[in-house]
């Protein structure tokens, strides 16, 4: 009976507030049109950051309501002495710990956090070995450096170290928060021309330029957090595409290259990507595109990256202050807007908040 009080009580309640608050998300920024990468990805975080809210309350379920009605639904915003109880467990002390089911909890979620730790810092050294592996310097790839220095000089950029690596990992990246390193694979920049090594490169500054690096390390962060929640799997995709959407704006904005030619180019670059991908895995059978699920989804996610530098406006890239503070203020509405459902079945309550 335990577990089934965490079901109700914590991880239905999860996915419930993710769920509802990712619609209304959607909602809002279908109808407002809102444009600003950076103000989408800060939306987007409000699917990972709101069931911290959800879960910090403790419900009084000996209010009269909650034994005349069965099913109450409302909109609502957090109510701070309802935090403040939940946090009354912790006055008891050793009693808490006694119990064998609080005790199994605790040593369940202290297994999952050290699990999910050694995953970040597993998943941190291999980027920096990566970032390792092999530096090059100006005198070793001066066609790349001098790409990087035409671009950053414009984007006011410091120009980052580069690292080969011969692995089987061929998308490009960049690594570390404060002292970056662009990390390339020599089959990749080979079958490259020009123009596609261009914008590659200057794909990958502009995610320094943003320091997407920081942001999409906080996001992955919450997301493993609530790794058995769907909902905040998607929001983490959402802000990466965000991410790539912005960085292509940004070409547009300083690279001096018309909007088909960078099209063109990451259509080039993808398209060459995947070939090198699938010969490795399959090297005895030619390219050939399969039809899929995940190959539909990824020809969607490419057709909306295409459609998003058409329509990008380099004089418009970001919002003006004015509205800017507005969607900050309607940020924190909707991370604090609850709309509640609380049912009662048999001495059962479940609070989907």
């Keep these: 009976m335990f577990f089934l009080e965490i079901l109700i009580n914590y991880i239905l309640p999860i996915i419930y507030t993710s769920a509802i608050s990712l619609v209304l998300v959607l909602l809002f920024l279908f109808i407002f049109r809102i444009k600003d990468s950076n103000i989408r990805i800060l939306f987007f975080f409000i699917p990972l950051i709101k069931p911290f809210i959800a879960i910090a309350e403790k419900f009084d379920t000996s209010k009269q309501h909650f034994n005349v009605n069965t099913t109450i639904g409302a909109i609502r915003f957090p109510d701070p002495a ?27 979620s202290i297994i999952i956090i050290m699990v999910l730790v050694a995953r970040w810092i597993n998943l941190l050294f291999f980027y920096r070995r990566l970032a390792y592996e092999e530096r090059v310097s100006r005198k070793d790839v001066p066609d790349l450096y001098k790409i990087m220095d035409r671009y950053t000089s414009k984007i006011k950029l410091n120009t980052p170290a580069v690292s080969l690596t011969h692995r089987d990992f061929f998308s490009p990246f960049v690594a570390g928060i404060k002292n970056y390193t662009m990390v390339l694979s020599p089959t990749l920049i080979e079958k ?41 799997y998607i929001a983490y995709g959402l802000i990466r595409a965000e991410q790539e959407k912005d960085s292509d704006k940004l070409m547009v904005k300083y690279s001096g290259k018309s909007k088909k030619e960078i ?91």
């Design 192 to 232: 490259l021309d020009l123009n596609e090594k261009e914008t590659l490169i200057q794909h990958e500054l502009s995610h320094i330029k943003r320091k997407d690096n920081f942001i999409g390390w906080m996001a992955l962060i919450l997301r493993d957090l609530f790794f058995f929640n769907p909902v905040s």
């Design 82 to 108: 309802n935090i403040i109880k939940s946090f009354e467990i912790f006055d008891k002390g050793p009693l808490v710990i006694s119990d064998i089911n609080y005790l199994i909890l605790f040593l369940v």
């Design 263 to 353: 099209s063109r180019s990451i259509l080039g670059i993808i398209l060459k990507l995947n070939s090198i991908t699938t010969r490795r895995m399959n090297p005895d059978t030619p390219y050939t595109s399969t039809f899929s699920p995940f190959t539909l989804l990824n020809h969607i996610k490419i057709k909306n990256r295409i459609k998003s530098i058409s329509r990008t406006d380099p004089g418009k890239i970001y919002s003006r202050l004015l509205p800017r503070v507005l969607m900050y203020l309607m940020f924190a509405l909707l991370l604090l807007l609850q709309i509640v459902f609380i049912f009662k079945i048999g001495n059962w309550f479940i609070f989907l908040r």
